[in-house]
T-cell receptor, first 114, second 118 residues
């Protein structure tokens, strides 16, 4: 079955540590996205990638980094510069980055900073 | 700037009641798309519907129906005869070519938590 996988489901990190969240899709989609979800705030875009080896900052990119070396993979690194990293992180993909394309979401990773 | 407002933070109903989730949007673009997503307790957002700005026809899919009114910038979602399995967080979202780029930036509302009691 085609879909998006994210790992791990739960992640705990000590302050000052970098951590990488995995996102893989086998939908053959060109575009991929990372969102952050906080209670009562909906989803906010961190980074997006339209094609391999290309990505752009979203609304809240500070303290995060990404790479897109393969079409199916779009890992997100939460760096120690991110002041409030505890949140639910969702990865998504769409066939293209056009306005009308719906995005398909993974199951999410819940990150907690101890 | 694009904005989506879901004024209802939480709604609680009893099974078999009808429930309407409100969504109001703001955009200066004439071409845009509106979406509804469902987020069950598992966390994964599930796509429910897409509507473009030129199509104001209401849509019905089983117990779900959507009412799009450009005059009031609203895209409301009604669940008829609600069931416990409908309990989830529902998000309304707006996609436009903001800034003239080809990229469809998706702006989400804050979400409405729906709880259906047996």
């Amino acid at each position: 079955d085609g879909g998006i996988t994210q790992s791990p489901k739960y992640l705990f990190r000590k302050e000052g540590q970098n951590v990488t969240l995995s996102c893989e899709q086998n939908l053959n989609h060109d575009a991929m996205y990372w969102y952050r979800q906080d209670p009562g705030q909906g989803l906010r875009l961190i980074y997006y990638s339209q094609i391999v080896n290309d990505f752009q900052k979203g609304d809240i990119a500070e303290g995060y980094s990404v790479s897109r070396e393969k079409k199916e993979s779009f890992p997100l690194t939460v760096t120690s510069a991110q002041k409030n990293p505890t949140a639910f992180y969702l990865c998504a993909s769409s066939s293209h980055d056009y306005t009308y394309n719906e995005q398909f979401f993974g199951p999410g990773t819940r990150l907690t900073v101890l | 700037a694009q904005k989506v407002t879901q004024a209802q933070t939480e709604i609680s109903v009893v099974e078999k009641e009808d429930v309407t989730l409100d969504c109001v949007y703001e955009t200066r673009d004439t071409t845009y798309y509106l979406f509804w997503y469902k987020q069950p307790p598992s966390g994964e957002l599930v796509f429910l519907i897409r509507r473009n700005s030129f199509d104001e026809q209401n849509e019905i899919s089983g117990r779900y129906s959507w009412n799009f009114q450009k005059s009031t910038s609203s895209f409301n979602f009604t669940i008829t005869a609600s069931q416990v399995v409908d309990s989830a967080v529902y998000f309304c979202a707006l996609s436009t070519n903001a800034g003239g780029t080809s990229y469809g930036k998706l702006t989400f509302g804050q979400g409405t938590i729906l709880t259906v009691h047996p």
